[in-house]
């Protein structure tokens, strides 16, 4: 049996509450079929289109300037209650015996990161460049173009640097819960005399979880996007295909800057840190459909390292 840490994309889920509704049970079937193969797994994922959503939907309410970090953990909330209601029916159909559960939580962040000061992390709908230019000008947030995709609203994305509720996801691992945690990165938040204080910020979900794989001594942490490999030269006449990584190889791709600073780059990255720091372990990039021949070891990019 192995410990795997799934990263979940933002394609594994829905734009809408309508939507993702059925887009996760085809994504419940993918991560049924890794329990079924005998692993232990335990769930995090995107939030980026929700999170956006939900933030759009309460600041034109009358609640005015509504906080951020309360946005994400309803995103947290309604998208982990969609993915246990997917999972614990697939489940049903193939008699397996198992439970699913949801924690909302939060993940520690420094105040003086720089992030807070250089936002870099996109979230809700696309725009046009003259629709971006014109929120901007509003006071509505910083915009950004995404990947050749259009502008989206950036907000900051500091390091994570501790997951809250990690003593309660090790008490549910060991009563054979399948945990979902960690949603959207975790809602950030920064210590206080008393407790934590919530901060508008999104932390890059691939980062948090790294840390969520290297804190339960994961064997695999296993990220799931919309290719099945990592390219190099990509979406170019000689655009490569990479099945194996090493970290010296992926710090040289990064130094040429063949991964994209909202795409592939933080995927790879996290994925380098986690190895770097877990000894034996390996990550795997990959997309949703092709999840269980990836841990079979027959597709997918693996990287491999540490100390």
């Known amino acids: 049996m192995k410990r ?3 990263a979940l994309g933002g394609n594994a889920l ?7 509704l ?3 049970k085809k994504t419940a079937r993918r991560l049924v079929d890794l329990v079924a193969m005998g692993n232990e797994l335990i769930i995090s994922h995107g939030n980026g289109p929700q999170v956006g959503m939900i933030y759009k939907a309460m600041d034109a309410s009358e609640s005015g300037d509504f906080p951020f970090a309360e946005c994400g953990a309803m995103s947290q909330g309604y998208i982990g209650y969609h993915l246990q209601q997917a999972m614990q029916a697939e489940f049903e159909k193939r008699g397996m015996r198992r439970k699913v559960a949801t924690i909302v939580s939060q993940v520690e962040v420094d105040e003086d990161d720089e992030a807070f000061t250089h936002p870099t992390k996109p979230i809700g709908n696309f725009y046009t460049k003259k629709e971006a230019e014109k929120l901007q000008a509003s006071g509505l947030g910083v915009y950004k173009e995404d990947a050749g995709r259009g502008y989206r609203r950036v907000v900051p994305s500091p390091i994570p640097k501790k997951i809250c509720q990690l003593s309660t996801i090790k008490e549910m691992i ?3 819960i399948v945990v979902i945690t960690c949603g959207g990165g975790g809602i950030p938040v920064v210590k206080a005399k008393h407790g934590y204080n919530g901060v508008d910020a999104v932390i890059d979900k691939d980062r948090t979880s790294a840390l969520l794989a290297r804190e339960l001594d994961a064997d695999i942490l296993l ?3 919309t290719v099945e490999k990592v390219s190099i030269h990509y979406l170019q006449k000689d655009e490569k295909k990479i099945a194996k990584m090493s970290l010296e190889e992926a710090k040289e791709y990064i130094e040429n800057g063949e991964f994209a600073e909202g795409s592939m780059l933080p995927k790879v990255e996290a994925c380098m840190e986690f ?7 390996k990550a795997i990039i990959t997309s949703l459909s092709k999840a269980k021949f990836a841990i079979e070891g027959k597709t997918g990019t693996t990287i491999e390292g540490g100390k």
Do not use: A, F, R, Y
Not at 14 to 20: E, L, R, V, W
Not at 275 to 280: A, L
């Open 223 to 225: 990220i799931l996007t």
């Open 22 to 24: 059925e887009t996760v």
């Open 4 to 6: 795997i840490v799934v």
């Open 275 to 281: 190895v770097k720091h877990s000894k034996g372990k």
């Open 174 to 176: 060991e009563d054979h």
């Open 14 to 20: 829905g734009s809408n509450p309508k939507q993702q």
